[in-house]
C-alpha cells in the first residue's frame, strides 16, 4: 500500500462509497454502551483504525467510549502513508498482551471484571487470554456459507447467531443487564 503512494485521501474515498453496513442493531448496540459508560474494544487485524473510525464517524456513531486497536500508518504532510505503526495486528496477537501496549485503552478496561466478547472467527475467543474476570459471554457471529465450522463455533462461543443476523440477543441482553 505505501509503494503504491496510499493516502488519507484514498480512505476518505472508500468510505464516502458507503459500501461498508453495519449489521441491524449496532446503533443501538453502540447507544446502549455509551449511555452506560461502557467502553468497547474493537480488535481488527483486517481494517485500517483510520478507516474503522472514518467509517463510524459517517454513520456518527463513534462516541467516547469506543476505542480502536487496528493496523494504523504513520502518515507525511502530504498525506501519505510512509510506513506502519507498530505494532503490527495479527489474528494470533489479538489478547491482553496486545492491548497493554495501548496504555490507554488498557487502563479503562484493565479493572473491567464482566466481559461480553463478540467474534467472527474462532480466533476471536483469544482476544480474553491473559484477562482477569468474573463473568465472559462470547458470541459467535457465524457468517461462513459452509457449515463445516459450526460445530466448533458451537464449542467455542456460548451463543452463535447465524448468517448476517442482528445485534437484536446482544441489545436485549445488554438491556437486561443495565436496568
Do not use: C, Y
Request: hydrophobic residues 45%; charged residues 30%.
Amino acid at each position: 500500500m505505501i509503494e503504491h503512494g496510499f493516502s488519507k485521501n484514498h480512505l476518505q474515498k472508500i468510505v464516502e462509497t458507503g459500501l461498508i453496513q453495519f449489521r441491524e442493531g449496532v446503533k443501538e448496540f453502540l447507544e446502549i454502551l455509551n449511555e452506560n459508560n461502557i467502553p468497547l474494544v474493537i480488535m481488527s487485524a483486517s481494517g485500517v483504525g483510520e478507516a474503522i473510525k472514518l467509517i463510524f464517524e459517517r454513520n456518527n456513531f463513534f462516541f467516547d467510549n469506543i476505542n480502536i486497536i487496528a493496523n494504523s500508518f504513520e502518515w507525511d504532510e502530504q498525506g501519505l502513508a510512509i510506513k506502519p505503526k507498530e505494532p503490527i495486528i495479527h489474528s494470533l496477537n489479538k489478547d491482553e498482551t496486545l492491548i497493554k501496549n495501548f496504555s490507554e485503552i488498557f487502563a479503562k478496561i484493565k479493572d473491567r471484571k464482566n466481559v461480553i466478547l463478540l467474534g467472527d472467527k474462532l480466533g476471536d475467543v483469544a482476544m480474553v487470554d491473559g484477562f482477569e474476570h468474573d463473568n465472559l459471554l462470547k458470541i459467535g457471529f457465524f457468517n461462513e456459507a459452509s457449515i463445516e465450522n459450526l460445530e466448533s463455533f458451537k464449542k467455542d462461543f456460548d451463543v452463535v447467531i447465524l448468517k448476517d443476523g442482528s445485534m437484536d440477543f446482544v441489545n436485549n441482553f445488554l438491556k437486561e443487564v443495565v436496568n
